[in-house]
């Protein structure tokens, strides 16, 4: 379903991102080009690595496939080359940045070259600032001061931002919440367990803390009710959870599923969705579980989870590492029935300020103003 929404002046946009495949924040640069596109912009995505699994509105510019060989290095300056040509050839009136930037010189050459005298919006996903800012006051002034916006997925960050660098150009745009076309029909054919709660994600422990999942659903009285735990998603770390789920006598009880970009009925059948982050931006799995009617128990890290889950309302809130307490919150959302239909009675209206229109109207506004 399309949802035109009137705007004064369309502009030629470009959404710059790493790809469009596995992470949340390439689920974002997707989603906002069906905003975008809503509110009848021209728009473009410029995809950094040949990984493109989201659906997505606008024309896509694979940057992956330019001089794709095997020798990282190699690879670069035709890359940058063909990416200046492009940004230079399509005369963009804007350009949203929604990469992750750790490197400041790297920024300063793509700042100097590649967007000189384009005006960019760059956004911030994680409340981990050092993966999108220099930490030095100065040098993060040096690439962001002039920059027409910097977008924070959460208020969290924006706050962050501005007590550290006083940032005036700063703007708290959330997540959107797109919806999902029906499911894979090879999904419909996995054999899923009868009961089970579901993690969703990339498989990177050192942010997502899946070893925090583990622990805690050992502890809790799941395994001994049989209630499973699907861990869906692929990533760089699969191989060691698995091997974890192995020495701590899980295989019976643990299932994992491979990445796929449209896991709705994965979700729906789920008793309630689980995250464990150690940090976060605005986590796209809490908005989509609850917007497909799926309660959550989330721990509260920095940052996002504080912004959606309103503990025993739409699901459970955690102190974060401590394995115990996430046990409990495990046992208590399979004890308490009541708790639990509340929890499903509200999931879906209490992301209603995050469905597509309302989101749409932020951006609308925003752009106007460029």
């Known amino acids: 379903m399309t949802y035109k929404i009137k705007d004064t002046k369309k502009k030629k946009i470009a959404i710059v991102a790493s790809s469009l495949s596995v992470g949340g924040a390439e689920k974002v640069a997707a989603n906002l080009s069906f905003i975008l596109s809503d509110l009848g912009h021209k728009v473009h995505i410029v995809s950094v690595l040949d990984k493109i699994h989201y659906q997505y509105s606008a024309q896509i510019f694979n940057l992956g496939l330019v001089n794709n060989w095997n020798l990282p290095l190699l690879n670069k300056y035709p890359r940058f080359k063909s990416l200046k040509r492009y940004l230079t050839d399509q005369k963009f009136d ?55 916006k910097i977008v924070t997925v959460s208020n969290a960050i924006r706050e962050l931002i501005h007590s550290k660098y006083e940032f005036k150009n700063l703007e708290f745009i959330p997540n959107p919440i797109i919806g999902f076309k029906d499911s894979d029909p090879v999904l419909n054919c996995l054999k899923l367990p009868r009961r089970y709660i579901l993690f969703f994600g990339r498989i990177l422990d050192r942010i997502k803390n899946i070893s925090l999942l583990l622990e805690s659903y050992s502890l809790s009285k799941l395994p001994s009710m049989d209630i499973k735990l699907v861990i869906l998603g692929d990533g760089p770390d699969i191989s060691l959870i698995m091997k974890k789920v192995t020495k701590m006598k899980l295989n019976k009880s643990v299932k994992f599923i491979a990445f796929n970009p449209n896991p709705k009925s994965i979700i729906q059948n789920s008793i309630f969705t689980v995250l464990t982050s150690r940090y976060e931006g605005f986590p796209m799995a809490l908005i989509e579980s609850l917007f497909l009617g799926v309660p959550v128990v989330s721990v509260n890290c920095k940052s996002g989870p504080k912004e959606i889950v309103v503990n025993k309302n739409n699901g459970l809130l955690v102190e974060n590492h401590n394995s115990k307490a996430l046990a409990s919150a495990f046992n208590l959302m399979v004890e308490d029935r009541n708790l639990y239909k509340n929890c499903l009675k509200n999931a879906e209206k209490s992301v209603e300020s995050y469905f597509r229109k309302n989101i749409s109207s932020s951006w609308r506004l925003l752009i106007s103003k460029i």
């Open 94 to 148: 804007l350009i949203i940045d929604s990469r992750s930037r750790p490197t400041f010189f790297k920024e300063l050459i793509i700042k100097k070259i590649l967007y000189n005298n384009q005006k960019v919006i760059y956004l911030v996903h994680s409340h981990k600032l050092k993966n999108y800012l220099p930490n030095n006051k100065f040098l993060a002034k040096i690439l962001y001061s002039n920059a027409e």
